[in-house]
C-alpha cells in the first residue's frame, strides 16, 4: 500500500505560535518513530510508539514538544510556543513489527518546519 | 554511548567512476548498520542493512557496504555512479534502543 505520509509538507509559524504536525504510517505497523532534522544535519530521534504506547520520549528537546498516537495508527507532534531553533524537517518513520533492533524503518517524506 | 562519523561532508564524482562514502562508528558491542539515501523532498530510503554474518552486504541500486569490526567501519561503494545517485546518504546505526543514530551525512554530487 501506500507508504508514510506527513502533513504539512511545509509550515512556517511566528515565534510562540502552537503547531501540530501529522504522521500517516503505513497500514498494520506497530511501530512509529519522530526525528528531527536540523539544517546539514542527520535525523535525531525524538520519541517512539508502540501502538499507542508512548515508550520512549527521551529525545524530546524540552516539555513544549508533546506526541500522540491515541489510536496506535495516526500520530501527531506537537510543539507548543515555538521558537527558531525548532526550525527543522521533522520525520515521521514507521515499521511492522515492534521496532526492535535491526527492524527496517520506511520514513515519511517529512514536514520543513520555520519559525520567524 | 553510541555514534556515527560521516568524514566527508560532500563529494563529488563523476558519471561511470567508482564511489566509496565512508562511515565510522563508535558501540561497544556489534551494531546493526544501515545506510539511508535521502533525496530533495523525499524521505528515506533504506538501501542495504547489516546485522551479522558476511561482512559484504548488497542493497537496492547497486549499492554494497562492507562491515569491518576491527576499523569500526561500514563504507558504502558503488562500482559505477549514474547521475540519478546524486543524493544525501546517511550512515545509521542501532545500538541497544530500538530508535536509529544517524551521522551527519555526505551530500554526493555527480558530474556528466
Known sequence: GAGVSQSPRYKVAKRGQDVALRCDPISGHVS?????????????????????????????????FFAERPEGSVSTLKIQRTQQEDSAVYLCASSLLSGSRGETQYFGPGTRLLVL | AQSVTQPDIHITVSEGASLELRCNYSYGATPYLFWY???????????????????????????????KRSQ??????????????AAEYFCALSGSARQLTFGSGTQLTVLP
Not at chain 1, 518513530?33 to 524540552?62: H, I, R, V
Not at chain 2, 535521502?38 to 541500486?61: C, M, R, W
Not at chain 2, 567501519?73 to 540519478?84: I, Y
Request: no cysteine; net charge negative; charged share 20%.
Open chain 1, 32 to 64: 512509529l518513530f519522530w526525528y528531527q532534522q536540523a539544517l546539514g544535519q542527520g535525523p535525531e530521534f525524538l520519541t517512539y510508539f508502540q501502538n499507542e504506547a508512548q515508550l520512549d520520549k527521551s529525545g524530546l528537546p524540552s516539555d513544549r
Open chain 2, 37 to 67: 539515501v535521502q533525496s530533495p523532498g523525499q524521505g528515506l530510503q533504506l538501501l542495504l542493512k547489516y546485522f551479522s554474518g558476511d561482512t559484504l552486504v548488497q542493497g537496492i541500486k547497486g549499492f554494497e557496504a562492507e562491515f
Open chain 2, 72 to 85: 569500526s567501519s561500514f563504507n558504502l561503494r558503488k562500482p559505477s555512479v549514474h547521475w540519478s545517485d
